[in-house]
């Protein structure tokens, strides 16, 4: 119990409902202590328009995710936007599609609260589509 923090110890005391989900999705610490972990790359995914345009040609997405799951980062967005990968990957590759913080592998790395993706469909003639996939909310079962 010595290394237990006041803050751990109180949590626990009070059954802490907050401390308690944290804990639960704590994939890192479940790692350490664990020879092995299932994980599921489903998602509830919820979406909300914070800003549009009539004349919009960018999308701007910004990832929020407390307890990030098991994701790609180009299998959420190539899902949610109902385009390919490989169609992702060109984007990325003229430029197009740009995420932040930059790294040349993001795509294909497991989403991170936080991340903004800018997707360029000025010269996309499905753009539209795109952007309604983007926005729309689908009925996860």
């Not at 890192?28 to 919009?56: M, N, P």
């Not at 799951?69 to 959420?76: C, T």
């Amino acid at each position: 119990m010595s290394d237990l923090t006041p803050a751990t110890l109180d949590a626990l005391q009070s059954n802490d409902p907050a401390w308690i989900r944290v804990q639960e999705f704590d994939l890192d610490a479940l790692r350490r202590r664990a020879q092995r972990i299932d994980e599921f790359a489903d998602a509830v995914i919820r979406k909300t328009v914070l800003g549009a345009a009539d004349d919009w040609t960018a999308l701007q997405i910004e990832l929020v995710a407390p307890f990030p799951p098991s994701l790609r980062l180009d299998r959420l967005l190539a899902s949610e936007l109902e385009i390919s990968r490989s169609r992702l990957q060109a984007l990325a590759e003229k430029g197009a599609l740009r995420v932040h913080p930059a790294r040349a592998d993001a795509m294909r790395r497991k989403i991170r609260s936080g991340s903004v993706v800018v997707i360029d469909l000025s010269d996309e003639p499905e753009r539209h589509q795109i952007g309604s996939a983007a926005i729309t909310n689908r009925d996860t079962g």
